[in-house]
């Protein structure tokens, strides 16, 4: 497995947990729809929580949570339009990113709670 894959997946299974050990409920990971993939699918308090994982080794260049463009912004949107419909889900939702840097045995691990609201373009 390459080394950029193996980081994420241990990033999104420390958000995982981390979710987990904050009372959300995983309802999904790695969710596919066309183009797009969300990292976690979370419910707490009846709102579903659409969630990016960002992984780096260290911040040098920039902080990971950058990576969540307007681009990627509009995937992830498009990709909760698709599960709520596939699932026949109503109700509020909202967006989050978990930036994580992990060095060594070491994370940092930062939640964005409503880190974005997709707007169309």
Excluded: C
């Excluded at 994420?8 to 797009?36: M, P, T």
């Excluded at 950058?66 to 339009?81: E, F, M």
């Excluded at 109700?91 to 060095?103: A, C, N, P, Q, T």
């Amino acid at each position: 497995m390459a080394k950029n894959i193996e980081l994420g997946s241990a990033g999104e299974r420390l958000a995982h947990d981390f979710l987990v050990n904050q009372g959300y409920k995983i309802l999904e990971k790695n969710w596919r729809s066309g183009k797009a993939e969300v990292d976690l699918i979370a419910e707490i308090n009846k709102t579903i929580i659409f969630v990016e994982v960002k992984t780096r080794r260290n911040n040098f260049f920039s902080q990971p949570e950058a990576a969540v463009n307007a681009r990627k912004q509009q995937l992830l949107a498009k990709a909760a339009g698709d599960y709520l419909a596939q699932n026949n889900r109503e109700g509020e939702i909202r967006f989050d990113v978990i930036s994580i840097i992990l060095e060594g045995t070491e994370s940092e691990i930062t939640h964005f709670e409503d880190a974005f609201f997709p707007y169309d373009s």
